[in-house]
């Protein structure tokens, strides 16, 4: 059964930073981050690949940075200059190379003032 644990969120400021990781039982070709707010449909925030490469989505790009460490199975999601629209329940994802995937629980991150 593969697990994936992720990080606590938080609450913090407009303009703040905040990190997350998620851990996972096993080797993964694909680590990413998605998200949903309430009321919205779950969206794509990042991805890193086992071999290197990294994808954004524009809402995004510039403020936050995935990272990866093939050794500990964990990614990584700094998330700076946070905006109130970047409030949701966020959520690893995580795929093998035969495209079985698998979810983490979510963890809520709050952006307000």
């Known amino acids: 059964q593969v697990q994936l644990v992720e990080s606590e969120g938080g609450s913090v400021q407009p303009g703040g930073s905040l990190s997350l990781s998620c851990a996972a039982s096993e080797t993964m070709f694909v680590m990413a981050w998605y998200r949903q707010a309430p009321g919205n449909e779950r969206e794509f925030v990042a991805s890193s690949f086992r071999f290197g490469g990294t994808s954004y989505a524009d809402s995004v790009k510039g403020r936050f940075t995935i990272s990866r460490d093939n050794v500990l199975i964990t990614v990584y999601l700094q998330m700076n200059s946070l905006k109130p629209e970047d409030t949701a329940t966020y959520y690893c994802?995580?795929?093998?190379?035969?495209?079985?995937?698998?979810w983490g629980r979510g963890t809520l991150v709050t952006v307000s003032s």
């Open positions: 994802h995580a795929r093998r190379a035969n495209n079985n995937e698998y």
